[in-house]
Nanobody, 124 residues
Framework: QGLLVESGGGLVQAGGSLRLSCAASSSIYTIVSVGEMGWYRQAPGKQRELVARITSGGSTNYADSVQGRFTISRDNAKNTIYLQMNSLKPEDTARYIC???????????????WGPGTPVTVSS
């Protein structure tokens, strides 16, 4: 079982909004802490690219293409990050993939963890 679970993707019209969630969790181990977390995206035939990242202290950085439209936030108590996506454009269509590291559990430290991703499709 993966440590990161994304949700919230779907189909939306251009100009619309979606909110993605990514939770670090385990049914086997206890998660002690999670370091920096972020969202990447990969469109068909293209390389994976950074969308936004957030530290445990709340510092953020964004790709230029989403600055002002997307907002990343974090709930440390829930080991969860969110990506509020507004004013969506067809070029935002991609698989959105959550990343975290390190993820420290009671028995192991995972330095770089990726979720399976959630698809976002923006129609024109």
């Amino acid at each position: 079982q993966g440590l990161l679970v994304e949700s919230g993707g779907g189909l939306v019209q251009a100009g619309g909004s979606l909110r993605l969630s990514c939770a670090a969790s385990s049914s086997i181990y206890t998660i002690v802490s999670v370091g920096e977390m972020g969202w990447y995206r990969q469109a068909p035939g293209k390389q994976r690219e950074l969308v936004a990242r957030i530290t445990s202290g709340g510092s953020t950085n964004y790709a230029d293409s989403v600055q002002g439209r997307f907002t990343i936030s974090r709930d440390n108590a829930k080991n969860t990050i969110y990506l509020q996506m507004n004013s969506l454009k067809p070029e935002d269509t991609a698989r959105y993939i959550c990343n975290a590291g390190p993820v420290i559990t009671t028995i192991h430290t995972h330095l770089d963890v990726w979720g399976p991703g959630t698809p976002v499709t923006v129609s024109s």
